[in-house]
């Protein structure tokens, strides 16, 4: 006879009909609330004490000509990134393999493209196919695609790609003005279609509103269907970029540890099933700050030394910050359906 636990948590649905106040509720309501609310929807689908690690590299350096007032790769920072070419495969290889033996379950690479040029598919192809064969999941960000280069992607075995939204829709055009929030919503569109896993988030900390953090988390719950990976970063304010400089001359406007936890507790709640990431940021994090947003349900960090330009905890570090809180890394496929038995 199955014995039921009568104090499980019911499995919430999963819903793509958010409202902005709804959400807005979630973020009022008082904060160990909150987690406790995330933290059952988080153990509803997940094995709660493993965190998944991914590994960052970038393929090709600095020298983008969008102008995200974040990012340290852009032609309008002046941060002293140098420009390079895209990365030979070997190179490439080289590091998955490495981060693979440091216990990584995904690969993801970034290039600082507005969108790759035809002429570079071969290549990244090319990529694609030899780090799985490594026996990694792979993840790619290379800016824009079109319908045909998602296809491409696709056919390459490519299991995620990496397109962020970043903030709301109305503030995106303070931040970025090279492109629009459309603009990243159709390459979305492209990687679903092709049958791409979907990776979209963004960054708090930017001097953003909490009615801006609302804005963004809707627009990721109210994607028709909800993206398989969910990046949270903390800005990482880079001298030389626009938002980095102005952190550094309004200290005030640095994004409170409370509210980054609030943000993926909202994230956790309103998108059960997706991996919530702890993206970049966590340098400058608190391993206890670090370990509420696993309570609130985070489940996916970066690990190695670096991201793509900027230092990262380390994985050293990571190993004794998962020992220290008795945490896993994530083995298996995810995400967990409830009534699995393996909750
Ligand atoms: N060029 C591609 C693009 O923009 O989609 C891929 C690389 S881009 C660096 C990937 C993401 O990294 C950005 O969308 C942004 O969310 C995040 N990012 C970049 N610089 C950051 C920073 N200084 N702090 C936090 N996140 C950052
Ligand atoms: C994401 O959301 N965060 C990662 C990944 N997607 C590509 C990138 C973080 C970049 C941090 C700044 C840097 O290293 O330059
Ligand atoms: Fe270029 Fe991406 Fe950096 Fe924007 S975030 S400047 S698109 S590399």
């Not at 028709?224 to 406007?253: F, I, R, W, Y």
């Not at 991996?275 to 970049?280: E, G, H, K, P, T």
């Not at 206890?288 to 330009?309: M, P």
């Amino acid at each position: 006879m199955t014995v039921l636990d009568p104090i499980a948590p019911a499995a919430p649905a999963i819903r793509t009909d958010w409202t902005r106040a709804e959400i807005a509720e979630l973020f009022a309501l008082p904060f160990t609330e909150l987690v406790f609310r995330a933290a059952e929807v988080h153990r509803a689908h997940h094995r709660a004490g493993e965190v998944q690690l991914a590994t960052l590299l970038s393929i090709k350096t600095g020298g983008c000509p969008e102008d995200c007032g974040y990012c340290s790769q852009s032609v309008s920072a002046e941060s002293g990134v140098k420009a390079t070419k895209l990365m030979d495969v070997r190179e490439v290889l080289q590091n998955a393999a490495r981060a693979k033996d440091n216990g990584s379950q995904r690969f993801c690479m970034g290039a600082a493209w507005r969108n790759p040029k035809d002429r570079d598919m071969p290549a990244i192809v090319e990529i694609v196919k030899g780090v799985r064969a490594l026996g990694l999941e792979t993840c790619m960000t290379l800016g824009m695609l079109t319908p045909q280069q998602a296809d491409q992607l696709a056919e390459a075995g490519l299991d995620y790609y990496n397109h962020n939204i970043d903030t709301s829709p109305e503030r995106y055009g303070e931040v970025i003005t090279t492109r629009s929030f459309a603009d990243r919503l159709e390459t979305i569109d492209n990687v679903r279609k092709a049958g791409i896993n979907v990776c979209t988030g963004g960054i708090v900390g930017m001097g953003e509103t909490r009615e801006d953090r609302v804005g963004f988390i809707h627009a990721l719950a109210t994607m028709p269907q909800h993206p398989e990976s969910v990046p949270v970063n903390a800005l990482v304010p880079v001298k030389g970029t626009v938002l980095g400089d102005m952190l550094a001359d309004t200290p005030l406007a640095k994004i409170d540890d409370i509210e980054f936890v609030r943000t993926v507790a909202v994230a956790r709640i309103t998108m059960p099933l997706s991996m919530v990431r702890l993206s970049a940021g966590r340098e400058s994090m608190s391993e206890a700050t670090q370990a509420l947003c696993f309570l609130a349900g985070a489940n996916s960090i970066f690990t190695g030394d670096r991201l793509l330009t900027a230092p990262n905890a380390g994985d050293d570090a990571d190993q004794a910050m998962f020992a220290r809180l008795g945490l896993k890394p994530l083995a298996g496929p995810e995400p967990l359906r409830a009534g699995c038995g393996c909750g």
